[in-house]
Nanobody
Framework: QVQLVESGGGLVQAGGSLRLSCKAS????????MGWYRQAPGKERDLVAS???????NYAESVKGRFTISRDNAKNMVYLQMNNLKPEDTDVYYC???????????WGQGTQVTVSS
């Protein structure tokens, strides 16, 4: 069983920064993808950024140049540094851990990010 625990959300003014953290625990295979998604009420959950265990990254166009994803494989942690935040970045942010070889994936409980104008 895998568990994900996120932290670091909160309220920030436009132009500010936040850093999200996600800790994975349990049975974690070496080849995996950790990422961040966000979801507004009534909308689909969209990819923000992801990073494979081999450090390959993928970003949504809307966050390129502002957000940076990083990992600490030894600690099974993934981070999302969010700079120059905009009101449209307001959402619940979810951490995801996926194992491409088995098709299984796991989600955290979500953390609220609110950016005021």
């Amino acid at each position: 069983q895998v568990q994900l625990v996120e932290s670091g959300g909160g309220l920030v003014q436009a132009g500010g920064s936040l850093r999200l953290s996600c800790k994975a625990s349990g049975s974690i295979f070496d080849f995996n993808v950790m990422g961040w998604y966000r979801q507004a009420p009534g909308k689909e959950r969209d990819l923000v950024a992801s990073m494979t265990s081999a450090s390959r990254t993928n970003y949504a166009e809307s966050v390129k140049g502002r957000f940076t994803i990083s990992r600490d494989n030894a600690k099974n942690m993934v981070y999302l540094q969010m700079n120059n935040l905009k009101p449209e970045d307001t959402d619940v942010y979810y951490c995801k851990l996926a194992f491409p070889l088995t098709g299984r994936s796991y989600w955290g409980q979500g953390t609220q990010v609110t950016v005021s104008s």
